[in-house]
């Protein structure tokens, strides 16, 4: 996994995308390196790891990299989408579709991944 560096600033002045994990948040990277439509992984304090999203309109989300549904850590190479005013990402090996502000498969609803809240400060 690439180092990001964090010490620049994006076009709007914001410096760092922090997760909040466990017990507090974390810097993960300049919003200025995020583009719109991709995402990239991210590997949380406890060796877990996170998808990291910045949709279309701006907004940065994160939810677990695990796909439930073949337990590969694929979901930050997933496409973006939109289903009723829903952003989700769809996972690159069998499609389903997970929401990015719920965690829950749009397809089996019995089924979620972790939501990690995101700030861009």
Known sequence: MATVDTAR???DGRTAVRIAHAEGRFTVCDPALLTPGR?????LPD???AALFMDRSGA????GNRDPFTGAYVLSR???GSA???PF?????LKQRFDLATGVCLDDE??????????VE
Do not use: K, N
Not at 39 to 43: S, T
Not at 110 to 119: A, K, N, Q, T
């Open 9 to 11: 600033t994006s076009r």
């Open 60 to 63: 940065v989300h994160a939810i």
């Open 39 to 43: 995402g990239v992984a991210v590997l």
């Open 84 to 86: 009723g005013g829903r």
């Open 78 to 80: 997933g496409l973006l």
């Open 89 to 93: 990402v769809a996972s690159p090996l």
């Open 110 to 119: 019995e089924v979620s991944v972790p939501v990690y809240p995101v700030r």
């Open 47 to 49: 060796g877990g790891q």
